[in-house]
Structure formats: C-alpha cells, structure tokens
C-alpha cells in the first residue's frame, strides 16, 4: 500500500515563501504533483512533474516551483510570493500503476 504524507503548510505573511514536502513510500512513481483545495471551492492541481517535465497552474507560475528527489521518493513545492488567494489546504498526489494516491493535507495559510 502506498503512503503519502505532506509537510510544511503554515500561516505565512503575504509576499513571503514556504516550501512543502511529501514523501511518498513505494517506488516507480510516474507522476507527482500538488493541489489545492480552499473553502467552497473544487480541488485544483497546482504543479505536477513527470519525468523531466513540469506544469504548473497559471496562477502559480513564476512564483512556485516543483521539484523532486527520485532516490528518496519526494516532491517538493517551493512558494514564494505568497498571496492571500493560495490560501487553501495542499495536497500531494502521486501515480504508480495507473493509480493516484493521495496524502491527508497540509493546511497553508497566506495573511494580508
């Protein structure tokens, strides 16, 4: 059974910068990303990679930055530039076998 556990979320000033972790155990993982969810609103990807190729939501780019560590099976997001709107609760998602797992979710918080 894969497991996902996400770290890093926090209450952090607008303007200021947060990186969060998962760690995901198992191995192959095809694809691994970030979403978001905030109150009364669906779930989004944020950043993803596959490979060696990255997306990112358009109302992330320039400011976050995926990035992964294939030996220890972690991905990474690095938020700058925080705004009152990335408020949400994050979640890690990866892919092995077809299949997406999910972690529980760290709760980030951007303060005006």
């Known amino acids: 059974q894969v497991q996902v556990v996400e770290s890093g979320g926090d209450l952090v000033q607008a303007g200021g910068s947060l990186r969060l972790s998962c760690a995901a155990s198992g191995r192959g993982f095809t694809r691994m990303g970030w979403h978001r969810q905030a109150p009364g609103k669906q779930r989004e990807l944020v950043a993803r990679i596959a490979s060696d190729a990255t997306y990112y939501a358009d109302s992330v780019k320039g400011r976050f930055t995926i990035s992964r560590d294939n030996a220890d099976n972690t991905v990474y997001l690095q938020m700058n530039s925080l705004k009152p709107e990335d408020t949400a609760v994050y979640y890690c998602?990866?892919?092995?076998?077809?299949?997406?797992?999910w972690g529980q979710g760290t709760q980030v918080t951007g303060a005006s």
């Open positions: 998602a990866v892919t092995t076998r077809g299949r997406d797992y």
